[in-house]
């Protein structure tokens, strides 16, 4: 398994295109035209066969962002393959069901069994962190553990999303924002319901399923909305991945890629898409777990002469809001809770 490998010329080369193309010669961010296009690995550092997936992706293919699982079993590869990446943008994957806590049992015994496993079903999770008053006392707690546990990394701290999208939960979120801000986090991850329409004209299979994820995330985020509208963060206008979960192919991101082309309007601000898969070398976890058709699709060759093409710029959270989005987050952080 390789986990690690030197980053082809081809790669450097189109990053070294992508920050020139955004910038104008006195070095400020254009923001005209292109769509800023960040593509996510979520689960990173799950498993030694994601992070080798992760590393292959960034060096070989298209990706540009991941998102690290502080609790997963193999979080020191992820670190280690991250430094050895200093371009690959890196946030945090906050886990809140079918994973490992990062705090004890003892500390939060309403969450997690008697090992540290917090619930398997996410749907029981969910119901624990609205009714529970206990379990929503521990909730705080966990949160921090695991943004202190990305911190000990060293790491900056890209953005912020989660596992099974747990940080939209009306319980959850408010606490996830304010530790976001603390932690100096560029980014989170909100607009995921906005690809139903897309999806379905590429692939009519499972409708229903995709229209209950829709309707529920949709509520979601319209609530998260007002919440982050009164102590703003920056977040991808649109996020594409939840309708594809376990069929991310290289038909669907090429296509995808193709539409975020066709519908740019070149005099309009330039807009952050954000683009998240679940890449590994071998399936894990059902059908909708990492997976290496994922993968394939990241390194596929006519993805990579797709994304290549003027009109898009592939890059990470703090390249695509620029420096003076930047700016604007730190002065944000600053405002009262």
């Given at each position: 398994m390789?986990?690690?490998?030197?980053?082809?010329?081809?790669?450097?080369q189109?990053r070294?295109?992508?920050?020139?193309?955004?910038?104008?010669?006195?070095?400020?961010t254009?923001?005209?035209?292109?769509?800023?296009?960040?593509?996510?690995?979520?689960?990173?550092?799950?498993s030694?066969?994601?992070v080798a997936?992760?590393?292959?992706?960034?060096?070989?293919?298209i990706?540009?962002?991941?998102?690290?699982?502080?609790?997963?079993?193999a979080?020191?590869?992820?670190?280690?393959?991250?430094?050895?990446?200093?371009?690959?943008?890196?946030?945090l994957?906050?886990?809140?069901?079918?994973?490992?806590?990062?705090?004890?049992?003892?500390?939060?015994?309403?969450?997690t069994?008697?090992?540290?496993?917090?619930?398997?079903?996410?749907?029981?999770?969910?119901?624990l962190?609205?009714?529970?008053?206990?379990?929503?006392?521990?909730?705080a707690?966990?949160?921090?553990?695991?943004?202190?546990?990305?911190?000990?990394?060293?790491?900056?701290?890209?953005?912020?999303?989660s596992?099974?999208?747990?940080?939209?939960?009306?319980?959850?979120?408010?606490?996830?924002?304010?530790?976001?801000?603390?932690?100096?986090?560029?980014?989170?991850r909100?607009?995921?319901?906005?690809?139903?329409?897309?999806?379905?004209?590429?692939?009519?299979?499972h409708p229903?399923l995709?229209?209950?994820?829709k309707?529920?995330?949709?509520?979601?985020?319209?609530?998260?909305?007002?919440?982050?509208?009164?102590?703003?963060?920056?977040?991808?206008?649109?996020?594409?991945?939840?309708?594809?979960?376990?069929?991310?192919?290289?038909r669907?991101?090429a296509a995808?890629?193709?539409?975020l082309?066709?519908?740019?309007?070149?005099?309009?601000?330039?807009?952050?898409?954000?683009i998240?898969?679940?890449?590994?070398?071998?399936?894990?976890?059902?059908a909708?777990?990492?997976?290496?058709?994922?993968?394939?699709?990241?390194?596929?060759?006519w993805v990579?002469?797709?994304?290549?093409?003027?009109?898009?710029l592939?890059?990470?959270?703090a390249?695509?809001?620029?420096?003076?989005?930047?700016?604007?987050?730190?002065?944000?952080?600053?405002?009262?809770?």
């Amino acid at each position: 398994m390789r986990l690690y490998s030197e980053a082809p010329e081809r790669r450097l080369q189109t990053r070294e295109r992508n920050l020139t193309s955004a910038t104008d010669p006195a070095g400020r961010t254009n923001r005209r035209g292109a769509v800023r296009v960040v593509v996510n690995a979520d689960d990173f550092g799950r498993s030694p066969e994601v992070v080798a997936a992760v590393a292959q992706a960034y060096d070989e293919g298209i990706l540009t962002s991941a998102s690290l699982m502080v609790t997963g079993g193999a979080v020191a590869a992820a670190v280690q393959a991250a430094r050895e990446r200093p371009g690959l943008g890196v946030g945090l994957h906050l886990v809140l069901a079918r994973a490992r806590a990062a705090s004890s049992p003892q500390e939060v015994p309403h969450m997690t069994d008697e090992v540290g496993l917090l619930p398997r079903s996410v749907t029981w999770a969910g119901l624990l962190y609205l009714f529970s008053p206990a379990a929503r006392r521990e909730l705080a707690r966990e949160l921090r553990a695991q943004f202190e546990a990305f911190a000990a990394t060293g790491l900056s701290l890209s953005h912020v999303d989660s596992h099974h999208h747990l940080h939209l939960h009306p319980a959850v979120f408010p606490l996830v924002l304010s530790l976001a801000h603390e932690f100096g986090a560029g980014a989170i991850r909100l607009n995921v319901s906005d690809e139903l329409l897309f999806s379905l004209r590429h692939e009519l299979a499972h409708p229903w399923l995709k229209l209950g994820w829709k309707l529920v995330f949709s509520l979601l985020t319209f609530r998260c909305a007002r919440t982050l509208r009164r102590r703003p963060l920056p977040t991808a206008a649109r996020v594409y991945g939840l309708m594809q979960s376990g069929s991310f192919t290289a038909r669907y991101l090429a296509a995808l890629l193709e539409h975020l082309v066709q519908r740019r309007r070149p005099s309009a601000a330039a807009e952050v898409v954000e683009i998240y898969c679940h890449p590994s070398l071998r399936r894990e976890s059902g059908a909708l777990g990492p997976n290496p058709g994922d993968l394939a699709a990241l390194l596929d060759p006519w993805v990579r002469s797709v994304a290549e093409q003027d009109g898009l710029l592939l890059m990470n959270f703090a390249e695509a809001f620029g420096p003076e989005l930047q700016e604007k987050s730190e002065a944000w952080r600053n405002w009262p809770t």
